[in-house]
């Protein structure tokens, strides 16, 4: 089954290419990847802290039914049993990429800050990119950062970014190693989500926006 492909055409595209927009598709294994014309992938795993800091990542899922997958977080054997399960489905609403993830814990797995998405971001081809909150107070930054928004944008080059937004309000971390990459951490569930969650998130590509920070003009 090919992918799931968003493609949104932009009227403004970098070197003048008609039709080199970027574009989000979803992998067979289930994982997001952002192509940009002339720059490497932007690409996307999940993961999860338990019992304080031990860390488990998620690259690929199980596909289960059409643009349907599964998978499961497992504590490591020697810290006993305990897992999260949880399904993701992908449906495309116009020009927008809505994923929706439903968790279940089975067992005791005692979780550190809860459940994350992780975009991937590649230097040096995006070093420099500006994030702008598109649903929070506004910010822009280039650093390292925490943040409560219900979205942002992720400048893809001069004229096109990645849009990302959540549900509801959420944390939105960023972690840069400058020379090397930079980790978007999005989080879907908080640690203290019950016996089951739910969480939706939307992707699309839209005009930059420009960065300005309204109240030091």
Not at 12 to 19: F, K, S
Not at 42 to 69: A, P, S
């Amino acid at each position: 089954m090919k992918a799931l492909v968003l493609a949104v055409a932009l009227a403004a595209l970098a070197a003048g290419i008609a039709g080199a927009a970027p574009e989000v598709t979803v992998t067979d294994g289930g994982s997001l990847v952002v192509k940009t014309p002339g720059k490497q992938d932007v690409t996307t795993y999940l993961f999860l802290w338990y019992d304080r800091w031990i860390w488990r990542e998620l690259h690929e899922l199980t596909r289960i039914d059409g643009d349907t997958w599964q998978g499961s977080f497992g504590k490591r054997e020697e810290d006993g049993p305990g897992r999260v399960l949880f399904t993701q489905s992908v449906t495309r609403e116009g020009d927008t990429l809505r994923l929706t993830y439903e968790f279940e814990r089975d067992g005791d797995m005692e979780l550190t800050r809860g459940i994350f998405l992780s975009l991937y971001i590649p230097f040096p081809d995006y070093e420099g990119g500006d994030v702008v909150f598109t649903h929070g107070p506004p910010k822009t930054t280039e650093d390292n950062f925490e943040t409560a928004a219900r979205g942002c944008t992720l400048a893809l080059f001069e004229t096109a970014a990645l849009e990302v937004a959540t549900d509801r309000a959420s944390t939105y971390r960023l972690r840069a190693e400058p020379g090397r990459r930079a980790n978007l951490f999005v989080r879907l569930v908080p640690s203290d989500f019950g016996d089951r969650a739910r969480a939706s998130l939307t992707l699309r590509i839209v005009p930059a926006i420009e960065a300005v920070r309204p109240w030091r003009r």
